[in-house]
């Protein structure tokens, strides 16, 4: 059902059943909210998005009232400007005035809020509370002192992650935002995702920093530096440095970072190649089902410590980034060349995941450090260069080379559709492969998709969003008929949506761009299939050994 209703004096259109909030923005009027999240129930808790109605005595918050065809709204009135103004006076008034130092510097909504507000001076006395940073995990680094209490990181890894790790401690004038027992990060069950950094509106979360280590690698003159350029990452800069989004500067990235002084660049999506292949001949061979992706670290950490009987259904292969890390790490040792690698992703948890030690290969990590876009973002613009002025430069040889299915795996589905490309493949039903499943690019939490070969049915299932996942888990056991093979995205969207992307208040047309720009490189890629990839079938000839697709964690084996 649609009404008129009048806003700052004009008519507009609403619908029967939405809020306040969601008739502005539909027609493109937009109001300032620091707790609200798109998609999910409002909390009204920050009071930022009142608005000024006719016949109400006070303001109200435009994010949980429903709108009513009477109305005459005023989203802008003195009155309403300097209702927002003291919430942010307020908020101020317990922050921390180190802007300079923070990493949200110009990025952080506080800070922009008190600049369209022309707030240019604390009008109450500073009563900001001690707080110690926590620097105990391997990718997300906390500072309670910049928390503003809006409570979005708390929603997104409890209804989003289903993970539950953050949550208010204490009440009234001493509540803060700590994890559950109030323990350090590193034994609490994060499962290093990183949603709650690109929920933060502030600098209160962020991720661990390993920019230092690889600038001092670079200037270590016995020391090779080798970079992994991943696709998702660079058709994702290119909102960063003022290009239109999702345009692919992966090759422009190769050449900066040549430019910054790397030796060796390679393509990380190789990784996902030889994954999908050895992926492919597992299942044709598998008597078990079903079997689970091992490519997306924080869904195996969180099957550590939510679904340990399910650990048996983890595919005895690597990640694609410690499969190529570890075919890197053999060719060098060979050679006796002292190396330095970093993998450049939009995922924080291979932060943690690199650390882990059941991936090392003789006592050593087989990557050294792991950049997110934004920490990559921050390197480029650090060695001042200026990417426009920049020619496409290609990664070395013989890891270059990636097929569009190798692309695929930064959107929920990719993965799954990599793989039953190689399937059919091997079986020699290239004639079945079509250039796009597209029950498999739905925009849905879960998605399905059913193929036959020799007269086997094969049903796999593509599940984005760690809580949708852990329902669906729940449900394994009971099933008479359980997939063949589940790829499981622990972020809601994939990598294209990964906790180390650049954040945006508005994040939706980005991700939305990302992922378009992932298919188009699929269907421009002349390469489709895993094993058309030569990079890939050099590779097979040089007969890895198994510590490079061994399983990506012990416990596992334990279980078998």
Known sequence: ????????????????????????QRNGIQVPTLCY?????????????????EGYPGLIPSCSHPVEDWMKIQTHSPRVIQARKAVIELLLASHPDDCFYCVRNGNCE???YAEELNIRERKYPSRSHPATIDKSSYSITRDPAKCILCGRCIRICDE???????????????????????????ISNCIDCGQCVVACPTGALYERDDTDSVHKALYDKDTKVIALIDATTGISVAEKFGVKAGKNLTNILVAALRKIGVDILYNYNLGNDIYAHEMARYLLQANRKPVISTSCPAWVKYAEEYFPSHLTYLAPIKSPMEIIGATIGRDYTASGEKTFTVAITPCMAKKAELARACNAINNQQVIDAALTTRELVRFIRLHGIDIEHLEPELP??????????GLLFGSPGGESEAIIRSMLAMQEKSALISARIQKLRASKPIKEYTFEINDKSYHFVAIHGMATAGAYLRSLPSMKQPPDYIEIMACPDGCVNGGGQPIHKNNESFIKARTKSLFELDE????KIPIQNPAVKKWEQNKPDTSILTPVFKQRDALL
């Open 1 to 24: 059902m649609h009404f008129t209703i009048e806003v700052n004096n004009i008519p507009i259109k609403a619908h029967k059943g939405e809020t306040i909030l969601q008739a502005l």
């Open 396 to 405: 070395n040889d013989p890891y270059s080379t990636v097929s569009g299915a």
């Open 160 to 186: 989003v992650i289903g993970v539950s790790t953050l949550e208010y401690m204490r009440r009234g004038n001493s509540m803060y935002i700590g994890t559950t027992l109030d323990k350090p990060m590193n």
């Open 110 to 112: 506080l800070q922009r």
């Open 37 to 53: 999240m798109a998609g999910k129930l409002p909390t009204g808790a920050c009071r930022m998005c009142v608005v000024e109605v």
């Open 524 to 527: 421009k890629s002349s390469l």
